[in-house]
T-cell receptor, first 115, second 115 residues
Framework: SAVISQKPSRDICQRGTSLTIQCQVD?????MFWYRQQPGQSLTLIAT?????????ESGFVIDKFPISRPNLTFSTLTVSNMSPEDSSIYLC????????????FGPGTRLTVL | LAKTTQPISMDSYEGQEVNITCSHN???????ITWYQQFPSQGPRFIIQ???TKVTNEVASLFIPADRKSSTLSLPRVSLSDTAVYYC????????????????FGTGTLLAVQP
């Protein structure tokens, strides 16, 4: 299994500002994923982040709004830029299992409220 | 990736067996069926995965008919702590033969267990 931590666990931000969310894994993983979960909704994949390459974004998400860094095999950041109240969500990172494991492992999430 | 359809919510009582059915009419030959559980304020957690027939682990059973166009997650003797949202996902295995790389979450089923 993989243990994932996220910082901050929650934050309240003003419109127009940016927030960087950190995701730390206790083991080296190739692929990391960032999801958004709006209040009362399911999870939506934002992007896939491989170490050493540009993140791959899903339809409806762009790098200028959600820049992602992946400097090494245990760490990634997601920045929510120029925030508006519509960005209020829980942001989660996840990692794939290695060597044949069936599951992905998720972090606890970062609850973001934009005023 | 195949789309899934699940009931929005289900109610049950402690000690009962709960069966949650998921439809995935467009499942591809290489797709596996995976179920995740999500408690409030937590990231999703893997429950079980299968390809066909029946899979059982210490938590649940997964029944998949021959045509694979649906699947049923069975939770034996639920308790209050099983109250959560349950997601059914379908997708291909990753390059390690493990969990699918890209998880596309549907609406999920909110299971409410009452005393």
């Amino acid at each position: 299994s993989a243990v994932i931590s996220q910082k901050p666990s929650r934050d309240i931000c003003q419109r127009g500002t940016s927030l960087t969310i950190q995701c730390q894994v206790d083991s080296q993983v190739t692929m990391m994923f960032w999801y958004r979960q709006q209040p009362g909704q399911s999870l939506t994949l934002i992007a896939t982040a491989n170490q050493g390459s540009e993140a791959t974004y899903e339809s409806g998400f762009v790098i200028d709004k959600f820049p992602i860094s992946r400097p090494n095999l245990t760490f990634s950041t997601l920045t929510v830029s120029n925030m508006s109240p519509e960005d209020s969500s829980i942001y989660l990172c996840s990692v794939e299992a290695r060597h044949g494991g069936d599951e992905q492992f998720f972090g606890p999430g970062t609850r973001l409220t934009v005023l | 990736l195949a789309k899934t359809t699940q009931p929005i919510s289900m109610d049950s009582y402690e000690g009962q067996e709960v069966n949650i059915t998921c439809s995935h009419n467009n499942i591809a030959t290489n797709d596996y069926i995976t179920w995740y559980q999500q408690f409030p304020s937590q990231g999703p957690r893997f429950i079980i995965q299968g390809y066909k027939t029946k899979v059982t682990n210490e938590v649940a059973s997964l029944f998949i008919p021959a045509d694979r166009k649906s699947s049923t997650l069975s939770l034996p003797r639920v308790s209050l702590s099983d109250t959560a949202v349950y997601y059914c996902l379908v997708g291909d295995k990753n390059r390690y033969g493990g969990a699918t790389n890209k998880l596309i979450f549907g609406t999920g089923t909110l299971l409410a267990v009452q005393p």
